[in-house]
Nanobody, 127 residues
């Protein structure tokens, strides 16, 4: 059974940084692309970014490029979302996700990809 458990969310001030972590179990971690999505109140869930199994490839939504970075530790089965220069519009529940297919690349991971989901962690950015 695949389990994805997020941690690290909370309230922060605009302009500051926050790091989210996802611990994965129940799947052979390193070959799988891992990703992050978010859902703001009243909005649809959206792609934030993804990282390939080896960590050498990644893709990000335009809204977070240059501010957010994803990295992974395949020895610990964790993936981290480093968020810098946070804005109030980054307020959302952030979800860790893993594709059900090992063939899914970081560039092809999106909301329509069959995914395993974590329960999410709330990030609230105040101005």
């Amino acid at each position: 059974q695949v389990q994805l458990v997020e941690s690290g969310g909370g309230p922060v001030q605009a302009g500051t940084s926050l790091r989210l972590r996802c611990a994965a179990s129940g799947l052979p971690f390193w070959p799988y692309t891992m990703g992050w999505f978010r859902q703001a109140p009243g909005k649809e869930r959206e792609f934030v970014g993804a990282i390939g199994g080896g960590g050498g490839t990644s893709d990000y939504a335009d809204s977070v490029k240059g501010r957010f970075t994803i990295f992974r530790d395949n020895a610990k089965n964790t993936v981290t979302l480093q968020m810098n220069s946070l804005k109030p519009e980054d307020t959302a529940v952030y979800y860790c996700a893993a594709p059900k297919s090992i063939l899914t690349s970081a560039q092809h991971m999106n909301i329509f990809t069959p995914l395993y989901w974590g329960r999410g962690t709330q990030v609230t950015v105040s101005s």
